[in-house]
């Protein structure tokens, strides 16, 4: 099992607070502005809910099978992208069922720019979106803690032999 961000839309509002963190995270220089604004997340608005979609971590990620340069990989906790080995061929994004990646021009030696969430690795502090989310709607989901809450299921539901595939 991997990281990921669980999102509770009935508390989402839909002030893209997110989205700007996770842009601001992602920064490399300068300010942000209309150029540079590159959320790994987009958060979407409809009449029943509101809520950002964001990149679930995979555990067999079809977007790491479908890249034929190895641009995206899966460590023991997130997908991770290296835009410099992409070739924007947007295998990804076919791949992808939840229409969480993005490709971008950019001035990598290749010209593409993988744009999906990878839980703020290089941040201490840990997921931008979820330090900043002023209703708490989004929570980082650790492996481990997604494991316990699957076995507590389990166990009360009194599915034993759904334990076995734990």
Same mark, same amino acid.
């Given at each position: 099992?991997? %990281? #990921?961000? @669980?999102? %509770? ?12 963190? &996770?842009? =601001? +995270?992602? $920064?490399?220089?300068? %300010?942000?502005?209309?150029?540079? #604004? @590159?959320?790994? *997340? ?5 009449? =029943? ?5 964001? &990149? ?9 099978? /479908? ?6 990989? *899966?460590d023991e906790?997130?997908v991770q992208? %290296?835009? +410099?080995? &992409? ?17 971008? !021009? ?5 010209? !593409? ?15 931008? &979106? ?6 708490? /709607? *989004?929570?980082?989901?650790? +492996?481990?803690?997604?494991?316990? $809450? ?10 034993? +032999?759904? @334990?076995?595939?734990?």
């Amino acid at each position: 099992m991997t %990281d #990921f961000v @669980l999102v %509770d839309t009935q508390r989402c509002i839909a002030c893209r607070t997110c989205e700007i963190a &996770c842009a =601001q +995270a992602h $920064l490399t220089q300068g %300010d942000l502005d209309v150029t540079t #604004f @590159l959320p790994r *997340l987009n958060v979407y608005k409809s009449s =029943q809910a509101s809520a950002p979609s964001i &990149c679930h971590q995979c555990e067999n990620a079809p977007c790491v099978a /479908a890249c034929p340069t190895g641009a995206l990989s *899966l460590d023991e906790h997130r997908v991770q992208a %290296d835009s +410099a080995r &992409c070739i924007g061929c947007k295998n990804c994004i076919v791949a992808c069922p939840f229409g969480c990646i993005a490709i971008e !021009a950019s001035g990598n030696a290749r010209g !593409a720019e993988i744009v999906k969430c990878d839980l703020c690795a290089a941040r201490e502090a840990g997921p931008a &979106c979820v330090e900043v989310c002023p209703t708490f /709607a *989004l929570k980082l989901m650790p +492996a481990g803690e997604l494991k316990a $809450l699957k076995n507590k299921r389990a166990k009360e539901t009194g599915h034993k +032999a759904f @334990l076995l595939y734990l």
